[in-house]
Structure formats: structure tokens, C-alpha cells
């Protein structure tokens, strides 16, 4: 079984930057941090849930979502097996809760979107920006 566990969610005024982590673990002995692509998506009240990034177990990132481009960036630490998301500039509107998915197949795609049939989820972290 695998777990995605993501930390770093809080409370920030307009402005200001937050840094999300996402852990993956309980990965078989055969597995490595590095089979997986690692995905960033959000849910704010009301909308649906949104890729914003995403960087593939090679550590290439097509691009990110419209929405936080220039202000966001996805990295990964592969010896901790983490994935990160750098959030800079942020707004009111950047408030949801924040997703961390990984997954070891499909694909990252050019709008920033994880995509596969095998997605492990966490149970996300809450970021709320205040104007």
C-alpha cells in the first residue's frame, strides 16, 4: 500500500508564499521514489478539483496550470521521496485545499495535469490566503 501524506498547508496573507511537501511511503522493496510521477492538484469550496503541476519521475515538467504559472513551482527531492510545490505571489484565489497524487503510470500533461489510471491520493492540505 502506498501513502501520500502532504504537509505545509496553513494560513497566509495576500502576498505571501507557502511550500507544500508530499511523502510518499510504504513503497515495496522493489519500488523506488523514482518510478513515480508525482502530480499537484486543488479543490476550492464550490469549483472542482484542478491539476496546477506536475513533474515526472524523470523530473520533467511540461508546464503548469494557467492559473498559478510564474508563481508556482513543482520539484522533487528523490532521496527524501518527496514532491514539492513552491507557492509564491498568492492570492484569494489560490485558497483550497491542496492534493497530492502519484502515480507510476501515465503521464504529465502540457496544461500541468496528472494523468493515469492508478492515482494514490492524499488526504490533502489546506491553504487559505487572506486579502
Known amino acids: 500500500q502506498v501513502l501520500v501524506t502532504e504537509s505545509g498547508g496553513g494560513l497566509v496573507q495576500a502576498g505571501g508564499s507557502l511550500r507544500l511537501s508530499c511523502k510518499l511511503s510504504g513503497l515495496y522493496s522493489r519500488w523506488t521514489f523514482t518510478d513515480w510521477h508525482i502530480g499537484w492538484f486543488r479543490q476550492a469550496p464550490g469549483k472542482e478539483r484542478e491539476g496546477v503541476a506536475c513533474?515526472?519521475?524523470?523530473?520533467?515538467?511540461?508546464d503548469y496550470a494557467d492559473s498559478v504559472k510564474g508563481r508556482f513551482t513543482i520539484s522533487r527531492d528523490n532521496p527524501e521521496k518527496t514532491g514539492n510545490l513552491q507557492m509564491n505571489s498568492l492570492n484569494a484565489e489560490d485558497t483550497a485545499t491542496y492534493y497530492c497524487?502519484?502515480?507510476?503510470?501515465?503521464?504529465?500533461?502540457?496544461?500541468?495535469?496528472?494523468?493515469?489510471?492508478?492515482?494514490?491520493w492524499g488526504h490533502g492540505a489546506i491553504v487559505t490566503v487572506s486579502s
Open positions: 513533474i515526472t519521475r524523470g523530473g520533467l515538467i511540461p
Open positions: 497524487a502519484a502515480a507510476q503510470t501515465g503521464y504529465c500533461s502540457r496544461s500541468g495535469v496528472l494523468t493515469a489510471d492508478d492515482l494514490y
